[in-house]
């Protein structure tokens, strides 16, 4: 079985990408939070979304950056090639989609968040590794 489950916040305003005259999906990205750390801090992951039909009418009328909604629907993985590197996707291709907290608790959330730093997507860029440190690899 394929389907993806997950709720999280709209990382940026939903896009429509159109078909000609015709509006053919609505694309949008989800900041899901995995488990705490045992350092206290909550890694994110951003999963992209697409939404057809029906789901994407709501996705268009209703979704904003920073809306909690949870989704369910395929998991599909893709690939292109960008400056000669090949680069994987993953997109969850929307069947449900549900909002998860009332407009009150939207209003608060938003209140209490306005106040902190949103977390960044991830560069995946690779970690310098500092000098002096060549020794201690397992590996030469």
Request: charged residues 30%; neutral net charge.
């Given at each position: 079985?394929?389907?993806?489950?997950?709720?999280?916040?709209?990382?940026?305003?939903?896009?429509?990408?159109?078909?000609?005259?015709k509006?053919?999906?609505?694309?949008?990205?989800?900041?899901?939070?995995?488990?705490?750390?045992?350092?206290?801090?909550?890694?994110?992951?951003?999963?992209?979304?697409?939404?057809?039909?029906?789901?994407?009418?709501?996705?268009?009328?209703?979704?904003?950056?920073?809306?909690?909604?949870?989704?369910?629907?395929?998991?599909?993985?893709?690939?292109?090639?960008?400056?000669?590197?090949?680069?994987?996707?993953?997109?969850?291709?929307?069947?449900?989609i549900?909002?998860?907290?009332?407009?009150?608790?939207?209003?608060?959330?938003?209140?209490?968040?306005?106040?902190?730093?949103?977390?960044?997507?991830p560069?995946h860029?690779?970690?310098?590794?500092?000098d002096g440190?060549?020794?201690?690899?397992?590996?030469?």
């Amino acid at each position: 079985m394929n389907k993806w489950l997950g709720s999280g916040k709209v990382s940026e305003e939903p896009f429509i990408k159109y078909n000609g005259d015709k509006a053919s999906f609505v694309a949008f990205t989800l900041m899901v939070k995995r488990n705490r750390i045992p350092d206290g801090g909550h890694p994110v992951d951003f999963i992209d979304c697409i939404c057809t039909g029906q789901n994407a009418r709501f996705a268009q009328q209703f979704l904003r950056k920073g809306k909690k909604v949870e989704v369910a629907g395929p998991l599909r993985s893709g690939h292109y090639t960008k400056d000669g590197k090949k680069v994987y996707t993953k997109t969850v291709f929307v069947e449900e989609i549900n909002f998860s907290e009332t407009k009150a608790e939207e209003e608060g959330r938003q209140k209490q968040e306005s106040q902190q730093p949103e977390p960044t997507p991830p560069d995946h860029n690779f970690m310098d590794i500092p000098d002096g440190i060549e020794g201690e690899f397992p590996f030469q």
